[in-house]
């Protein structure tokens, strides 16, 4: 096999993040592709495996500005979003930004608040905008969440409505680390935490830029088709009650581009289109309750439809 | 997805021609069978409609065109006057409007033909839709194709329409049309992507293996069907068997058309006459004298009849010299079916009965009727004095030619009538039978006991009914050797007259079943359909008709004298079972090259098949070694391939050469055994490879590759640089 090379300056952004992160590659790596597709993290783990750690990495690499949302059951949409005070001294109200009004954002626990918090902040993801009091604020770009869950057998949690786990790009597990990963963990532990140390490698322009340039690799009209072939056969399956939306197709289109150009390339292959799916799908998907009770999950049933849509590998002559 | 729909463009336009020549199919037999002229218009206008139909030309304009030529057709077929004067549209509506009426009344045979023409088109109109619809929206055609054969084999089967031809295109037609069909119901299940020259890769060998299991089952000797052709059994089983003559063809009895023999047949126990006579002989009915190559028929069609009363002589005289030894005899016959025509033994003097007095002979026919009407009561009892004769084998061995003033030409003309048509092997082989014999008794015998030659079988069932171009004797006399009597007695009556000799079909029945003594203390038989029978008389002169029997296990009730041959007179004469050893003629084909000697496709096909009858040992060998060589590298193609493929590709430089060698390149590793899975990436596989091969080559060459396929972008070189690895690879593969 070739060596697989990729672009300097996301190889640079991760070995920055490395330095933080014991392990934790392809986690990194996905976060990065949402970042880059302009898109949104779900992490679904149980507290305490690093899901902070990475994201404030992340943060410190782009050079962004960081804010974190630890959403309880009694927080309220205004201290998401922010709100208007009363100045005495100018004699007006004067916004006050909410924590929304960053680059990347931490929402911690999202299902562990009222849904009318959890859509205030959905609604930032969707519209890049919040408006309070009839004032609409244009949030900067970048603009990056990386939400994360509880897994949502444990109590008092609000479990996100299908139509807003829709607009996450990904969702993904972190995973505990393996012994030796864990024992590196606890051996840096014992130092200063480096996250303090962490330098930029781009800034926040060199970052629009790159989300720019992702936009143009190239996705042949063969590959859109192998996407909404599988999008399709998920729809189609058996077990499946809701398949993916076209919503979802263009998450992965737009997943796989950064993806390619991650790993140095102007095009993308349907390797990327095949390692992303399941990220890019599986919480799209709404299986049947007999389907649960099997014990089938999602990323079995888009494991499936991969292994049986065809890799279209023959130039379709025009 | 424009490939997808020209594809689809071209398989439709296969499809609309397809049921377009099906629904012609239906057409076809109308000219023949009912009175419908001008099918062409027909036609035309379901070319036209299926046209429109593939086009996809708007339903208005579409429904316009068609109606502007349907009341075009019928301006030109029934009115008079210009088209575009409109008056005749007046006259058209007054039809529809009166034609109506006679629908409603149900008066269907009141209908006008320009009205029945208006509801064809319609019908045509509403058929073309309906195709359209199976075709291009279901996708299903088999029932119409299935109607279709079942009409057409129906047609074949109770009309004279001769579907020989039409089963064999719609079969192809409909197996063209359910194979694109399947293409389409597959794409469409499977999603697949329709990629160039899917359509071909379908079509090429839907069209080879239509085209060569038609050809094979065209070419293939078929056997004759092993049921008896129900049609007659249908007749006859709604008719009532026996009643009238000519129901029943082929069931065993009596019937009077006899100008298509052949053919299996059933048989049938109905009695149909219980005689008492003193000694048993065969019954005749009619006798016919012209041969048509097919059967038999009568010179005339109606012949003079003559009555007579029962006192009076028959008006034929059996023996034209007095001389003939006879035994006076009677016999009685109670005839259980009412047939219009009575059954009477050789020598016929007179006939009696009680409640009728007269009755009438065809004088051609020798055919002796009941002066009822048909369907009147027949007679219950009659009874026939007739002089049976002892001929005398030697004044028939006298008769050597045919100069006799007994023989006039007019005479001989009539009774050695032979179609033109008939081939010569068949003289050729009377002649050779009878060369070292003189007289005209001695080679009517020779011919007689020659159909007692192990070569022939008396069968009712596998009997062959001659094809188009086929002689009936000959195809029994040199193919087939299967027949019942009317084969037996036809054979030999044609092998007869061919040397000049004056011979006549006799129809009639055998003596029939013994059942003990009658009531008159004279022996009763029972006459049953299955004892109709047809044997041969030949005309002596000074004796007259002698019959003749060369049925196979027949034997006629009729004494021979053999003055000085033989001092058993009065008994029967058992035939003599050995029959001359018979070379076949050789030559016959070349007399029927010499006949014909221009090109023809017959010839060429007959010439084939001469050819493979000959040489057939040296056929299925070479079809065997060729068969073993496809075989063998078949089985070796792994060891072949590769350096085949590297020849292929020495000479092929340009970089647009590279994807062709790679998809090259992955075919044969899937035939080498390391499969691609359907999900499989390419560079997934290509790790595996050479993970397989402990290789890098397919990597870089799929890299290449990739760029190729997933970025539309070849650089320049990329064929010259990999073309080593690539070669590595394929070679790799034999190691």
Known sequence: ?318 | MKIQEKQGKVLNFFLYTCGFLLLWEWLRPLKELTDTANMSVFIFFLCLAFTLAYLNVHFFIRTGLKLLYVFYTLNFLYFEGSFFRFKWLVFLFQDVRENMSVVFQGDWMELSDSFRSLLFFLLLALMAYLLHYWLIQRKQIFVFFFMTLVFITVLDTFTPYEAKGAIVRSVMIGFVVMGILTFFRLVEKERVQMQAGFAKKWMAPLLVMTCISVLIGYSVPKASPIWPDPVPYIKSYSQGSGTDGSGGEKKVGYGIDDSKLGGPFKADNTIVYETEVDSRQYWKVETKDVYTGKGWISSVEEGERVSFDQNENFPIASYTNPNIKTEDRTAIIKPVVNYPHLIYPLGLRSVQNDSQNTFEVDLSLEKIYTSNPIDGPGIKEYSVEYANPKFSVKSMMSIVDNQHPELTGEFLERYTQLPEELPQRVKDLALELTKDKTNWYDKAKTIENYFDGPQFQYDQKDVAVPSRNEDYVDQFLFETHKGYCDNFSTSMLVMVRSLGIPARWVKGYTQGDFRGLGDSGKRLYVVTNNNAHSWVEVYFPNIGWVPFEPTKGFANNIQFAYDQVSQNTGTDVQQTPQAPKVEMPKDEKKTASAKKSSFSWKETWSNAKDFLNKYWYLFILALLVIGFVIYGLYRTRLKWLPCYYVYRFKRRRKDEDFPAAYFTLLNHLNRYGLTRKQGQTLRDYAEYVDRYFSSEEMGILTENYERYVYKGHLEKGTWEETRELWENLIKKTIA
């Open chain 1, 1 to 318: 096999m070739t060596q697989i090379q990729m672009n300097p300056t996301i190889e640079r952004i991760l070995k920055n993040i490395d330095k933080v992160m014991i392990g934790k590659r392809n986690v990194a790596e996905l976060s990065l592709v949402a970042l880059l597709a302009e898109g949104h993290v779900l992490l679904e783990d149980v507290p305490g495996v690093g899901k902070t750690m990475m994201v404030r990495a992340l943060a410190k690499s782009v050079n962004a500005n960081f804010r974190r949302i630890q959403f309880t059951p009694d927080l309220l949409p205004s201290d998401v979003t922010g709100v208007s005070i009363y100045n005495p001294k100018e004699m007006e109200f004067q916004f006050r930004p909410g924590p929304i009004m960053g680059n990347i954002i931490l929402a911690d626990e999202i299902n562990r608040t009222s849904p009318k918090t959890q859509s205030a902040l959905l609604e930032g993801m969707e519209e890049s905008s919040v408006t309070i009091d009839g004032v609409t604020h244009r949030l900067e770009k970048p603009f990056f969440v990386m939400a994360t869950q509880n897994p949502i057998e444990y109590e008092g949690t609000y479990p996100l409505p299908e139509a807003q786990l829709d607009r996450f790009l990904l969702k993904m597990k972190m995973g505990y680390p393996d012994v030796e990963e864990e024992m590196e963990v606890l051996s840096r532990a014992q130092k200063i935490a480096p996250i303090e140390e962490l330098e930029a490698v781009i800034d926040l322009g060199e970052l629009r830029a790159l989300q720019q340039e992702i936009k143009q690799v190239t996705v042949d009209d063969m590959l859109k088709r192998y996407i909404v072939d599988i999008a399709n056969w998920t729809r189609t399956d058996s077990h499946v009650y809701l398949g993916a939306s076209p919503r979802g197709s263009i998450a992965l289109m737009k997943a796989a581009q950064a993806y390619a150009y991650m790993y140095g390339r102007d095009y993308v292959l349907p390797d990327d289109i095949q390692y992303l799916a399941p990220y890019v799908f599986s919480h799209r998907i709404i299986l049947k309750s007999e389907a649960k009770f099997e014990g089938i999950t999602a990323e079995d049933i888009v494991h499936r439809v991969l292994s049986r849509v065809p890799v279209p590998v023959q130039r379709l002559v025009k």
